[in-house]
């Protein structure tokens, strides 16, 4: 019987699915998308700008358009446009060609506030809440496995700040039932190894406004080990966990830095086109926006996302 039981534990081992085992590029992984709703736990690495275990980014401004720097213009994505101080310390020419597109963006925004689509099917604004980290388990909201995603280094995405808001939640409960905060560097550890716990969050559409939002932790114990003690984030992967913000953007960076002139300017020629349509009474419709039916976004294969979430303002700052 013991023969049976390890020859059909073999087989059903060498019969799953094999992940992807390829380390060239950071997994992307926006959890608003249908399919990457449900729950992802994840070893979280440090972003060494901001040295926290996560990112804000605040009233992102984003348009969807073509631009000459994604497919040669063929195909229509959404542009981010961050917080200024998100590119760092911009020249007086960058900072003035940047006022000026977020203000015209502001004006379309505006015009589309009070028409039907709703605004958000053109322009929107969110708050992001960014980690990275290898991702240990991926399941969706029916609870099967994602196994492209389980085992690889990963930019793990929220479009709302309500993730912060529950990780604070979470440590401030379990810090007030463990009686010690110990148990943190188990989790948000700064080291390459030596990991014994990892962190859980559950993120599906709400019935309502928004979505539902919950971070727990999970720990190695004498029955299950949620993460080899002994693993080791390699050079390889360290060379792809960098900057929050730049993984973040990706394409939209310039080879000089975070802020893409080229790609400002090009925004600017189509805020002013359409801008002059509204002050001509021309209302654009759906045919004449730079609009793409899949939705797509460049950094990665973004299916169709919910409208704007609710989101909650997280109160104060944390370090880890």
Request: hydrophobic share 35%.
């Amino acid at each position: 019987m013991t023969d049976f039981i390890d020859d059909f534990l073999a087989g059903l081992e060498n019969d799953k699915p094999k992940p992807r085992t390829d380390f060239s590029r950071l997994n992307k992984i926006l959890m608003s998308a249908g399919p990457n709703q449900g729950t992802i736990m994840f070893a979280p690495f440090m972003d060494p700008k901001s040295s926290k275990f996560y990112r804000i980014v605040p009233g992102v401004r984003e348009m969807k358009t073509t631009v000459t720097k994604f497919h040669d213009g063929n195909d229509d994505v959404w542009v981010k446009i961050l917080p200024e101080d998100a590119y760092g310390t911009l020249s007086e020419e960058d900072h003035n060609l940047y006022s000026e597109v977020a203000g015209m963006f502001d004006q379309y925004a505006e015009y589309y506030n009070n028409t039907d689509p709703a605004p958000w099917n053109y322009v929107r604004y969110r708050s992001y809440s960014i980690f990275q980290g290898i991702v240990l388990n991926h399941a969706d909201k029916n609870g099967a496995v994602i196994e492209d995603n389980v085992g690889h280094p990963a930019l793990i995405m929220f479009p709302t700040k309500t993730p912060i808001t529950e990780l604070a939640n979470a440590i401030s409960a379990k810090i007030a039932n463990l009686k010690n905060k110990e148990w943190l560097t188990k989790v948000f550890s700064t080291t390459d190894s030596g990991r014994e716990g990892a962190l859980s969050i559950k993120f599906t559409k709400s019935d309502n406004i928004g979505y539902d939002t919950s971070v727990s932790f999970e720990f190695n114990s004498t029955f299950s080990v949620v993460i080899d003690p002994n693993f080791s984030i390699s050079q390889e992967i360290k060379d792809l966990f960098g900057d929050f913000i730049s993984s973040f953007i990706g394409w939209e960076n310039s080879e000089n830095g975070l802020f893409d002139r080229g790609l400002f300017s090009e925004l600017k020629q189509v805020l002013t086109i359409e801008l002059k349509k509204i002050e001509a009474g021309s209302t654009p419709t759906t045919d004449e926006q730079p609009e793409n039916k899949n939705g797509n976004d460049p950094m990665l294969e973004e299916k169709k996302e919910d409208p704007k979430p609710e989101e909650t303002k997280p109160e104060g700052d944390f370090p880890f």
